[in-house]
């Protein structure tokens, strides 16, 4: 990959050269009423190109800089929710624990009832 980046650049570069030594006249640039400037053809076009380029790679890192704020953002909400699953995941647990508490204690005393029930009654006469 860094061998097609080389010759990329390279060709780049070549071309650059070559349309610079053809495009050598005199363009005269007008920013705003009164300032004008005068210079090769080939200058303005490389200065362009390089103003660009500099554009181009300020508003990629501000959007990288948006994604990354982003993904922060959804980073958090996600630890978050991970937190609160944890939080009901252990709720779950006391609740499933006290639950089988409650049914040993109702089957102890269902079967205590069961006892006491099967047990001849004396009756007194008198």
Request: proline content about 2%.
């Amino acid at each position: 990959m860094r061998a097609i980046n080389f010759l990329i650049i390279f060709l780049f570069c070549a071309a650059l050269v070559l349309f610079s030594l053809e495009n050598t006249d005199p363009a005269t640039i007008k920013f705003v009423k009164g300032v004008d400037i005068q210079a090769p053809l080939c200058i303005e076009l490389i200065g362009a190109m390089g103003l660009g380029a500099i554009l181009a790679w300020i508003f990629g890192i501000l959007s990288w800089f948006q994604r990354f704020l982003e993904s922060r953002k959804t980073t958090r909400e996600i630890r978050e929710r991970e937190n609160r699953i944890q939080a009901l995941e252990k709720d779950l647990e006391q609740y499933k624990a006290e639950l089988q508490e409650q049914q040993q204690a109702l089957s102890s005393a269902t079967e205590a009832t069961e006892v006491t029930d099967t047990q001849p009654k004396v009756i007194a006469k008198s």
